[in-house]
Nanobody
Framework: QVQLVESGGGLVQVGGSLRLSCVTS????????LGWYRQAPGKQRELVAG???????IYATAVTDRFTISRDNAKSTIYLQMNSLKPEDTAIYYC???????????????WGQGTQVTVSS
């Protein structure tokens, strides 16, 4: 069983920054793809950024050049650094792990509880 615990969300003004953290259980980086997803009210859950087993990165077009995903193997933690935040970034952000090399939200194996990010204008 994989456990994922997110933290770091909050209320921030437009243009501000936040760093989300996701502490994972055990040494899973070599066995799982890890990603950050978000879900805004009335919208489907969508991929924000992901990192696969080899360390390759993927980003949603809407966050390219503003968000950065990274991982710390020693701390079993992945991060999402979010800069230049916009009101449309407001959502619940989830950390996710999957054995399969897919970013489809319906195919992910594990989810954290989520952390709220609110960007005020």
């Amino acid at each position: 069983q994989v456990q994922l615990v997110e933290s770091g969300g909050g209320l921030v003004q437009v243009g501000g920054s936040l760093r989300l953290s996701c502490v994972t259980s055990g040494s899973i980086f070599s066995r799982y793809t890890l990603g950050w997803y978000r879900q805004a009210p009335g919208k489907q859950r969508e991929l924000v950024a992901g990192i696969n087993r080899s360390g390759s990165l993927i980003y949603a077009t809407a966050v390219t050049d503003r968000f950065t995903i990274s991982r710390d193997n020693a701390k079993s933690t992945i991060y999402l650094q979010m800069n230049s935040l916009k009101p449309e970034d407001t959502a619940i952000y989830y950390c996710s792990a999957a054995v399969a090399s897919t970013w489809d939200p319906s195919a992910r194996d594990y989810w954290g509880q989520g952390t709220q990010v609110t960007v005020s204008s």
